[in-house]
């Protein structure tokens, strides 16, 4: 069970949700009885209800995530009364169309249950106090020209995110984690679909022992490639500061290679394949990556990497520079990186005979892979990507701001001392 709810909540809910249009919301919020504005510590404390296609799903008030870079959406948990969770997807306007690309994807992916629309049909619970008097009032709310469109979909199990974040684990598992994200992307790729917002936060992840299944989330950016094409040209720049290609920036570009780009950053931060500890220094480089968006530049991150001495096995190193390559005109996907991994798993002597077979058998798949391609005309990437120079330009970074961004009070020590 996701939320800690009583009789009285799901029955006061269903008196008001049942029978009214799908995307109808039972707000419980906590508000300023002097102000009506919401205490947002208080009310995150609490949920709320809503109705979508007949069936009523619970849903936080806690804003755990903000909208990645061009998003205008959301994801929270859910949960139907018989106890069943879902992810529930936010949009809010302006409302793409039904059949864009991303929902396609989802579609396509079995990760769409239902959708709803809500448009202004909203109801308020307030709950405060009046000179020290406690109270709470029932007001129904129109609001004009509101919409928001609530999507319900699978809920996959934890994010890899989720999980590197309450457990430290070996290095064995993070190089798993990494190889089947890895393959899950060749996947997508190899169905003509690009992702566009690869991180540790879109990717669940179910590990057992040393079998890891990894399977897609958040379909926000996702985009159909044409067929015969090396990639596609969107309408603004999305992604996540920090894991978005310079080409995406500076182009609207979105290949398989800003897909691969974005993995080596989700490998080499946040799970740690170096074996590093990169906790402070990945909380650096998104503080950089921000900065460096606001202020229109891109920026080299093996350049950034040595920069702040980063130690590096020498393979891997080269490996990541392939995969990093500021110029999407010389970048190469994640073959060389897979079959590095599996050297590393094969390596290690507690892995069973059952996952050596497995990745012998994905060793030869990629080499084949490899050779087919060597011996075929290697088409290059569409020259709009690239019809001017990506000059490279580093953020300003000084010696004492790393040694401030580094401290105990990083983003992430804080969250540590706090468990």
Same mark, same amino acid.
């Given at each position: 069970m996701v939320f800690k709810l009583t009789e009285q909540d799901w029955q006061q809910a269903e008196a008001f949700l049942t029978g009214k249009p799908s995307g109808t919301k039972f707000e419980k919020a906590i508000r300023n009885p002097q102000t009506?504005?919401?205490?947002?510590?208080?009310?995150?404390?609490?949920?709320?209800?809503?109705i979508i296609d007949e069936i009523i799903y619970a849903i936080s008030n806690r804003r755990d995530t903000e909208p990645a870079l061009g998003s205008n959406a959301i994801v929270k948990k859910g949960q139907t009364r018989a106890g069943e969770v879902v992810a529930l997807k936010i949009e809010f306007g302006p409302l793409k169309n039904e059949n864009a690309d991303d929902y396609q994807i989802a579609r396509k992916d079995g990760l769409i249950i239902?959708?709803?629309?809500?448009?202004?049909?909203?109801?308020?619970?307030?709950?405060g106090s009046k000179q020290g008097v406690p109270f709470q009032s029932s007001v129904p709310k129109v609001l004009a020209g509101y919409q928001k469109r609530y999507t319900v979909m699978q809920w996959r199990g934890?994010?890899?995110?989720?999980? *590197? /974040? @309450?457990?430290?684990?070996?290095? !064995?598992?993070?190089?798993?984690?990494?190889?089947k994200s890895c393959l899950r992307v060749r996947e997508l790729h190899q169905d003509g679909?690009?992702?566009?917002?690869?991180?540790?936060?879109?990717?669940?992840?179910? *590990? /057992? @022992?040393?079998?890891?299944?990894? !399977?897609?989330?958040?379909?926000?950016?996702?985009?159909?490639?044409?067929?015969?094409?090396?990639?596609?040209?969107?309408?603004?720049?999305?992604?996540?500061?920090?894991?978005?290609?310079?080409?995406?920036?500076?182009? @609207?570009?979105?290949?398989?290679?800003s897909d691969t780009y974005a993995l080596a950053v989700m490998c080499l931060f946040q799970l740690d394949i170096t074996d590093q500890a990169v906790d402070d220094l990945y909380d650096l480089y998104q503080d950089d990556s921000i900065d460096a968006i606001q202020e229109g530049k891109c920026f080299d991150v093996m350049s950034w990497l040595e920069r702040y001495q980063l130690v590096i096995d020498p393979k891997l190193h080269e490996i990541l520079k392939d995969i990093l390559a500021f110029d999407v005109r010389i970048r190469k996907d994640t073959d060389d990186l897979i079959l590095y991994l599996c050297e590393q798993l094969k390596s290690d002597p507690t892995i069973n005979q059952d996952l050596l077979s497995g990745i012998a058998e994905i060793e030869l798949s990629v080499r084949i892979q490899k050779i087919i391609l060597q011996e075929s005309v290697v088409q290059k990437v569409e020259n709009v990507a690239t019809a001017t120079v990506l000059t490279y330009q580093h953020p300003c970074v000084t010696k004492q701001r790393v040694e401030r961004k580094c401290d105990s009070a990083s983003p992430r020590m804080m969250r540590k001392k706090q468990m």
């Open positions: 009506g504005n919401k205490i947002p510590h208080l009310t995150a404390r609490h949920h709320s209800f809503v239902s959708q709803g629309l809500r448009t202004g049909n909203l109801m308020t619970i307030t709950v934890d994010t890899i995110f989720d999980l *590197i /974040e @309450n457990e430290r684990f070996p290095l !064995k598992t993070r190089y798993l984690l990494a190889l679909a690009l992702h566009c917002d690869l991180k540790a936060e879109n990717l669940a992840a179910t *590990i /057992e @022992n040393d079998k890891v299944i990894i !399977k897609l989330l958040d379909t926000d950016f996702a985009k159909n490639m044409p067929s015969n094409s090396q990639g596609v040209i969107g309408v603004k720049p999305q992604g996540t500061p920090g894991f978005v290609s310079p080409e995406i920036l500076l182009k @609207n570009y979105y290949s398989k290679l």
